[in-house]
């Protein structure tokens, strides 16, 4: 990926290397969230939560909708992994080192519906949070604007590379993103315990209507 | 490696929370959150005044992580500004701008709430205005607002300009809760007389008064192009104003040379280097400039 010329087709340009790895993943009850092409053979990843009682259906941006295989899921640190019966996709990468204070990053998602929507802003603060289990987890905050719908979806730097997983909203001001590092870890868990990525079995893709 | 003008912008507003945060420290001196505190020299820390709710075991963060013990070296309700003096000289010193705030400037907010480390918001300058009443029994004569969000905690800590330079101080002690930046040149001004003195010199002189037009007659009586002054319409028994000479109907135009156009800027004038000192005030009486030396007394 080359960025080159002015600031406003700089960003244009971040926003289609993006936007063709984020998903709606649908719940068959209520709800929908987003989520990330993790890899080009169908591993999408996506917020623990986002994800129901059952495997949801996942929505690609050529609008092509898939029943979802659940891989593994970790409440603890809000994260699920699925797979979906397709390949040749565009996937993200994650940034390969953890982020500053005061660099720019950009939410993408579809808060309260709103498909395909792009909000912007600065890492606030890089901090520790306490799951469940006594774990610190490492938490990107931003003051860039999330809402539901935005759960699941990425914060990419101004390379396009994801340096969080949004996940919730504190008090409206501070966004909240669990660091990418925990995001690679535990997809690499999810993908060690055994599941080959060749051979799963996962039900054939809907029509797409 | 990919680099174009999104990824130098990101890296320079980085660089500048970077640069900044190393001179942002944590103060703890209330119960509930700490704040935010500049590093206005090695062994002084420039923070805001309500963020002060004990004056015994004041604790401050330094970037580094290191802990010191500070002491009030100087505090003013008015402006909402405070100095800590360091139990010992360990803070790295804040760089100051040389050019002002501007609108439409890209800026950063910073903040050092917690030991985890710096935070910070993104903005730009969206109004500067002033002179405003604060809230708090004072004048601020310049004041700078930002759309960016002030987080808990913020107030004390810096505006900082995309180099990393500070603009000024933030605070949400002046405007009801709303933060706002007290500019740099203002600010350290202030500091400069709270890390000497203690607190700052409000002038006194026992007037009331209400603005009025001048005449374009008594304008050129005056020789200067001034459409208002204050009348006297009171003047207190015992007080500076009647010992120096004022009486009620004389019109106030000007206090040690500088021209008084409205009551905010009389009450510009007269803090800090008059107070307690005989200070020449310029009047229209009958028409006719006068000059009555008065002795401004302290509130």
Same mark, same amino acid.
């Given at each position: 990926?080359?960025?080159?010329?002015?600031?406003?087709?700089?960003?244009?340009?971040?926003?289609?290397?993006?936007?063709?790895?984020?998903?709606?993943?649908?719940?068959?009850?209520?709800?929908?969230?987003?989520?990330? *092409?993790?890899?080009?053979?169908?591993?999408?990843?996506?917020?623990?939560?986002?994800?129901?009682?059952?495997?949801?259906?996942?929505?690609?941006?050529?609008?092509?909708?898939?029943?979802?295989?659940?891989?593994?899921?970790?409440?603890?640190?809000?994260?699920?992994?699925?797979?979906?019966?397709?390949?040749?996709?565009?996937?993200?990468?994650? $940034?390969?080192?953890?982020?500053?204070?005061?660099?720019?990053?950009?939410?993408?998602?579809?808060?309260?519906?709103?498909?395909?929507?792009?909000?912007?802003?600065?890492?606030?603060?890089?901090?520790?949070?306490?799951?469940?289990?006594?774990?610190?987890?490492?938490?990107?905050?931003?003051?860039?604007?999330?809402?539901?719908?935005?759960?699941?979806?990425?914060? *990419?730097?101004?390379?396009?590379? *994801?340096?969080?997983?949004?996940?919730?909203?504190?008090?409206?001001?501070?966004?909240?993103?669990? $660091?990418?590092?925990?995001?690679?870890?535990?997809?690499?868990? $999810?993908?060690?315990?055994?599941?080959?990525?060749?051979?799963? $079995?996962?039900?054939?893709?809907?029509?797409?209507? | 490696?990919?680099?174009?003008?999104?990824?130098?912008?990101?890296?320079?507003?980085?660089?500048?929370?970077?640069?900044?945060?190393?001179?942002?420290?944590?103060?703890?001196?209330?119960?509930?959150?700490?704040?935010?505190? %500049?590093?206005?020299?090695?062994? =002084?820390?420039?923070?805001?005044?309500?963020?002060?709710?004990?004056?015994?075991?004041?604790?401050?963060?330094?970037?580094?992580?290191?802990?010191? #013990?500070?002491?009030?070296?100087?505090?003013?309700?008015?402006?909402? =500004?405070?100095?800590?003096?360091?139990?010992?000289?360990?803070?790295?010193?804040?760089?100051?701008?040389?050019?002002?705030?501007?609108?439409?400037? %890209?800026?950063?907010?910073?903040?050092?709430?917690?030991?985890?480390?710096?935070?910070?918001?993104?903005?730009?300058?969206?109004?500067?205005?002033?002179? %405003?009443?604060?809230?708090?029994?004072?004048?601020?004569?310049?004041?700078?607002?930002?759309?960016?969000?002030?987080?808990?905690?913020?107030?004390?800590?810096?505006?900082?300009?995309?180099?990393?330079?500070?603009?000024?101080?933030?605070? #949400?002690?002046?405007?009801?809760?709303?933060?706002?930046?007290?500019?740099?040149?203002?600010?350290?001004?202030?500091?400069?007389?709270?890390?000497?003195?203690?607190?700052?010199?409000?002038?006194?002189?026992?007037?009331?008064?209400?603005?009025?037009?001048?005449?374009?007659?008594?304008?050129?009586?005056?020789?200067?192009?001034?459409?208002?002054?204050?009348?006297?319409?009171?003047?207190?028994?015992?007080?500076?104003?009647?010992?120096?000479?004022?009486?009620?109907?004389?019109?106030?135009?000007?206090?040690?040379?500088?021209?008084?156009?409205?009551?905010?800027? =009389?009450?510009?004038?007269?803090?800090?280097?008059?107070?307690?000192?005989?200070?020449?005030?310029?009047? =229209?009486?009958?028409?006719?400039?006068?000059?009555?030396?008065?002795?401004?007394?302290?509130?």
């Amino acid at each position: 990926m080359n960025f080159n010329g002015t600031f406003t087709q700089v960003i244009s340009e971040l926003v289609e290397h993006v936007m063709p790895a984020l998903v709606i993943v649908r719940g068959h009850q209520y709800g929908a969230g987003a989520g990330i *092409v993790w890899d080009a053979n169908g591993l999408i990843l996506t917020n623990n939560h986002v994800v129901g009682r059952h495997s949801p259906v996942v929505v690609l941006q050529n609008d092509g909708e898939y029943e979802s295989r659940l891989i593994a899921r970790d409440p603890d640190v809000d994260l699920a992994l699925l797979s979906i019966e397709a390949t040749g996709l565009t996937p993200l990468k994650p $940034a390969p080192v953890s982020p500053r204070v005061g660099e720019m990053v950009f939410a993408f998602g579809h808060p309260w519906g709103q498909r395909n929507t792009v909000t912007r802003g600065i890492v606030s603060a890089l901090v520790h949070a306490q799951n469940r289990r006594g774990d610190t987890l490492p938490i990107v905050r931003s003051d860039t604007p999330l809402a539901p719908g935005n759960s699941g979806g990425p914060l *990419v730097n101004a390379k396009g590379e *994801v340096v969080g997983i949004n996940a919730m909203i504190v008090g409206g001001d501070q966004s909240v993103s669990i $660091a990418a590092s925990v995001a690679s870890d535990f997809v690499k868990k $999810a993908i060690g315990n055994g599941i080959s990525m060749n051979k799963r $079995a996962g039900p054939v893709p809907n029509d797409v209507i | 490696m990919t680099q174009n003008v999104l990824v130098e912008l990101s890296d320079a507003l980085a660089d500048a929370a970077e640069k900044a945060g190393k001179a942002t420290v944590l103060v703890n001196a209330r119960r509930r959150m700490p704040a935010s505190g %500049i590093a206005y020299a090695a062994d =002084l820390i420039l923070t805001a005044d309500h963020i002060l709710e004990r004056e015994d075991d004041i604790k401050v963060v330094l970037a580094d992580g290191t802990e010191v #013990s500070a002491k009030v070296a100087g505090r003013d309700a008015g402006s909402d =500004l405070a100095v800590l003096k360091l139990e010992r000289a360990a803070a790295p010193v804040a760089e100051v701008t040389k050019s002002p705030a501007r609108l439409g400037q %890209i800026v950063l907010v910073l903040g050092r709430p917690s030991p985890d480390g710096i935070e910070a918001s993104l903005g730009t300058v969206s109004a500067i205005g002033g002179p %405003i009443r604060t809230g708090r029994g004072g004048m601020l004569e310049r004041y700078i607002r930002t759309d960016s969000i002030s987080y808990p905690g913020f107030s004390g800590g810096p505006l900082v300009a995309a180099d990393g330079a500070v603009l000024g101080v933030n605070t #949400s002690g002046l405007a009801n809760g709303a933060a706002i930046t007290i500019p740099a040149d203002i600010a350290w001004k202030i500091a400069d007389t709270l890390s000497k003195h203690g607190r700052i010199k409000r002038g006194y002189l026992g007037i009331r008064s209400q603005t009025v037009e001048i005449s374009d007659a008594t304008r050129k009586a005056l020789k200067r192009e001034q459409g208002t002054g204050l009348l006297i319409v009171g003047v207190e028994n015992d007080s500076p104003a009647s010992k120096g000479g004022f009486i009620v109907g004389d019109i106030l135009v000007a206090v040690a040379g500088v021209p008084v156009l409205h009551h905010d800027e =009389l009450f510009t004038r007269l803090t800090g280097d008059v107070v307690g000192k005989s200070t020449p005030i310029e009047i =229209l009486r009958g028409g006719q400039p006068q000059t009555l030396n008065v002795p401004i007394g302290e509130r």
